[in-house]
Nanobody, 123 residues
Framework: QVQLVESGGGLVQAGGSLRLSCTASGLTFSTYGMGWFRQAPGKEREFVTS????????YYTDSVKGRFTISRDNAKNAIYLHMTNLKPEDTAVYYC????????????????WGQGTQVTVSS
């Protein structure tokens, strides 16, 4: 039983920072690519960032480049999303997802998803 649990969301002022975490269980974590997605109210879920199982170079959507950083700690079965210079348009539910093929590409099929954590950025 694969389970992904996100945490660290909350309310932050524009320009502030926040650190999200996702802890995985029920899988061989080090073999999975991992990604972060987000969904704003009334909008479709979108890709934010991802990292291969190898911990190689991550991928980022253009709107967060230079502001967000994804990392993984295989010893803790966890990935993190360090968000800085947050903007109101970053407001969304953020989801952690796992790619069993390990590539961690934006276009990968992510088979497992967390429940999401709310990030709200005020003006």
């Amino acid at each position: 039983q694969v389970q992904l649990v996100e945490s660290g969301g909350g309310l932050v002022q524009a320009g502030g920072s926040l650190r999200l975490s996702c802890t995985a269980s029920g899988l061989t974590f080090s073999t999975y690519g991992m990604g972060w997605f987000r969904q704003a109210p009334g909008k479709e879920r979108e890709f934010v960032t991802s990292i291969p199982s190898s911990g190689g170079r991550p991928y980022y959507t253009d709107s967060v480049k230079g502001r967000f950083t994804i990392s993984r700690d295989n010893a803790k079965n966890a990935i993190y999303l360090h968000m800085t210079n947050l903007k109101p348009e970053d407001t969304a539910v953020y989801y952690c997802a796992a790619d069993p093929y390990g590539m961690g590409w934006p276009s990968s099929k992510y088979d497992y998803w967390g429940q999401g954590t709310q990030v709200t950025v005020s003006s």
